[in-house]
């Protein structure tokens, strides 16, 4: 048993009720309320939180656990001001590689570049020609590749595009170098996997490091067979201090094909669930792969891309739901949208009971028509959202929209009013995996950076339904309301005691907030003790 005291605990139960004391015993919740209510034994484990806030232990509904282990493997590209910056970060590190060794990273993006143009090959020629190198885009849906690498798939002038791919040529037929969407698959499925010693341990790192942040857990959309095999190596040896409730990524059909036939999975003492599956209907704002309606207004011919066949889109919808999995789809366009509702509509008609018990999911959510905002609640569809993509794009993103349709972008607001809640994430490392990033984009709509234009400011979320947003209404989202989101009785005791008061404190102050001891299922697997005054007092 383990006593925490002393303490402002939002337990975030049904009441909203606060305690200054709480009773930990085998992992989960036995007591929530006043310390002259109950009786602790001597010897028993007792720490004083000299008055700290506590919050249930933060989940990211959107985060790529494996993507964020690979990144630290990898060369981080992210920030960089110019391609040629790039270019010559990539021309260092081919002088520590053997000829003909990939160089794999991730993290450019175009929009902080002068000109904002797209990077080609040439760039990337110049600086390492004997190695294959591929650059993800920071938001997964490009890579950026040279010759090397274009050889390594095969990837010629007469590559037809994928469905929902496109391997982007210049005016005379020749592959510039850039794959967009399911084009990167052509360079992805030649690049090697890193050995499985190195990923275990950088898994482990990405697990510190989303502790260090505050969180608690995730919902990892899109989880590969490769990945889960690590996950279960580091559950059995008792180095997985986290939960992750896993979406299967329908477009790994290997992974697909072995959970399609042995049904969800619970690994460990619920560390890990896999019971969801996810699919991408399009591709993104940040490289125009985001399916509209209307074109983009800063580039009239296109309207982006849809990454699946409608009809495609609905049968592997039916056939997951039958078998008991979650549906999550990414969709960020409007168009998009409309089609994954649709689909979702018609899935619900196939199979009403078990579709609707499923609580379907739609990943990001981003821009939607305003038709379709009232039909989530009506169809009991869960938007999955963002809040720091709405504060990172806002710079740019009315230049691909315009200002009509940005009525309906990053709509929070619009959709809580419907009834609907929304579940909270930050898609990290596309962004940061700190929640206090999240909550504080939810609540101010502005960038962390000090400037100080709000953003839409009618759409949003007050401090409590942001603080729901990354814990109980998270819970609802992975069915897992029964053990998480609150830390009412019965519950697992996941829980953060934090530097700072998420409700009480000046609003600029909750980005900075992180967590002093961070318990998962009552044991400790974070703590600050530089800055952490609590002491354990018997
Ligand atoms: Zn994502």
């Known amino acids: 048993m383990t006593v925490l005291t002393n303490a402002r605990i939002y337990t975030l139960d049904a009441a909203g009720s606060i305690a200054d004391t709480l009773v930990v015993r085998d992992g989960r919740v036995a007591y929530a309320g006043r310390r002259g209510d109950v009786s602790v034994p001597a010897g028993e484990r007792v720490l004083d939180l000299g008055g700290r806030a506590v919050l249930p232990g933060l989940v990211d509904a959107h985060g790529h656990l494996m993507y ?5 493997l990898t060369l981080d590209v992210g920030g960089f001001t110019s391609e040629e910056a790039i270019a010559s970060r990539v021309g260092e590190t081919a002088a520590t590689v053997a000829p003909g060794g990939w160089i794999s990273g991730r993290g450019w993006d175009q929009n902080l570049w002068p000109g904002a143009q797209f990077p080609t090959r040439a760039s990337l020629d110049r600086a390492a020609p004997r190695h294959p190198v591929a650059l993800v885009r920071i938001d ?12 390594e798939g095969d990837i010629t002038r007469q590559t037809a595009d994928p469905t929902g791919g496109i391997v982007v040529k210049d005016a005379v037929g020749e592959p510039t170098g850039l794959l967009i969407d ?6 992805q499925r030649a690049e090697p996997m890193p050995p499985e010693e190195r990923f275990d341990q950088a898994v482990r790192e990405a697990i510190a490091e989303c502790l260090a942040a505050g969180l608690t857990g995730l919902h990892e959309m899109g989880v590969t067979l490769f990945a889960i095999a690590a996950y279960r190596r580091l559950v059995e040896r008792g180095q997985f201090p986290f939960r992750n409730s896993a979406a299967v990524a329908a477009r790994s059909e290997e992974t697909w094909d072995y959970y399609r036939e042995r049904g969800p999975e619970i690994i460990g003492d619920g560390q890990i669930v896999v019971r969801a599956f996810k699919l991408l209907s399009d591709g993104a704002l940040g490289s125009r792969g985001a399916a509209l309606h209307s074109p983009y207004c800063d580039d009239p011919d296109n309207r982006g891309l849809l990454l699946i066949p409608p009809e495609e889109l609905e049968r592997l919808t039916v056939e997951a739901m039958a078998r008991g999995f979650q549906v999550c789809v990414h969709a960020i366009g409007d168009r998009a949208n409309t089609l994954t509702l649709d689909t979702i509509e018609r899935a619900m008609a196939r199979l009403p009971g078990e579709a609707r018990a499923s609580r379907p999911r739609v990943e990001h959510a981003q821009i939607l028509a305003e038709s379709d905002i009232p039909r989530f609640r009506a169809l009991g569809v869960l938007p999955s959202m963002q809040a720091t993509h709405c504060t990172s794009d806002m710079a740019w993103a009315v230049d691909r929209l315009g200002p009509e349709r940005l009525k309906g972008a990053y709509a ?16 990290f490392p596309v962004e940061n995996p700190n929640p206090f990033h999240g909550i504080y984009a939810s609540v101010a709509r502005r960038p962390r950076n000090g400037d100080d234009r709000g ?5 949003r979320m007050t401090r409590e339904e942001a603080v729901q947003s990354f814990t109980a209404w998270n819970a609802h989202a992975s069915h897992q309301e029964a053990d ?15 530097s700072d008061d998420v409700f009480a404190c000046p609003e600029e102050r909750i980005a900075e907030i992180h967590p002093l001891l961070t318990m998962i299922g009552g044991e400790v697997v974070h703590q600050r003790r530089e800055d952490w005054p609590c002491a354990e007092a018997g």
């Open 140 to 151: 997964g849906h490009a890579t950026w590749v040279n010759s090397a690498a274009l050889r």
């Open 412 to 427: 929070w607001r619009s959709l809580l009013d419907t009834g609907v809640t929304i579940a909270g994430g930050s898609d």
């Open 484 to 498: 998480l989101g609150s830390l009412a009785p019965g519950k697992r005791a996941d829980l953060i005691v934090c």
């Open 182 to 187: 399911t084009a990167q698959r052509l360079v």
């Open 68 to 72: 964020l282990a690979r990144g630290r």
């Open 455 to 459: 953003w839409q400011p009618e759409q």
